[in-house]
């Protein structure tokens, strides 16, 4: 039983990976492709450290490792894709300080 | 080898579209795919650890999952700046 809940867990994560790379390479724009970060960074870490936990069954040093491991992608993820996400709206329409001139104008015609 | 390696094996095939959006995107797009790249690098390392039973294996996967991290905030930074 406790390789079953191995396997299944294994292949989600494996899965979820892998669909997120074919996702990658089928979406088309770079806004579209931040979004395939998402279930590679989020379901695969979760899965797998999961799949460490059920089958040491004891606590041990691995298990303890996997989710750190997984909690340090958890978190790290979406800082990552919102600083990306920053930098790529940044090349294409300058700074941040343009929006606020806009808002600085309409208050004051 | 056993589900482990496996799985280890089958989740490095996953490099392959990372390499090709690398190669053939653009500058953006290859910095996301090597994001993943490093996702998924961390992670293989994980289960190759976990598949050879040994603990200090695992230690690379948490190394990586910091320093890949930093890298690419990094390279961010330089790509909304500078690239």
Redesign the interface.
């Known amino acids: 039983m406790k390789a079953v809940v191995v396997d299944v867990l294994l292949g989600v994560g494996v899965g979820s990976i892998l669909l997120s790379c074919l996702g990658l390479l089928a979406s088309g724009g770079p806004f579209e492709q931040l979004h395939f970060t998402g279930p590679a960074a989020t379901i695969a870490p979760v899965a797998i450290a999961a799949a460490v936990i059920v089958d040491e069954s004891t606590p041990s040093s691995m298990a303890v490792k996997s989710v750190i491991t997984a909690v340090i992608l958890l978190v790290t993820s979406p800082v990552l894709v919102h600083a990306t996400a920053r930098a790529i709206r940044v090349r294409r329409h300058g700074r941040f300080q343009i929006l606020r001139d806009e808002l600085a104008r309409k208050e004051n015609p | 080898m056993n ?2 390696l496996i ?1 280890a094996t ?2 490095l ?6 390499i ?2 690398v190669m053939r995107g ?1 500058r ?2 290859a ?3 090597l ?2 790249a490093s ?2 690098t ?2 293989t390392l ?2 190759i ?2 598949g050879l039973h040994r ?1 200090p294996f ?2 690379l ?2 190394v990586s ?2 320093l890949s ?1 930093a890298g ?2 990094t390279f ?2 330089f ?2 700046r500078w690239v």
Do not use: H, M, N
């Open positions: 589900a482990w799985a089958v989740l095939a996953g490099l392959l579209p990372c090709y959006v653009s953006v797009s910095l996301i795919a994001e993943l996702t998924l961390t992670l994980l289960l650890a976990q603990d695992a230690d996967a948490l999952a910091v991290f690419s905030l961010v930074r790509l909304e």
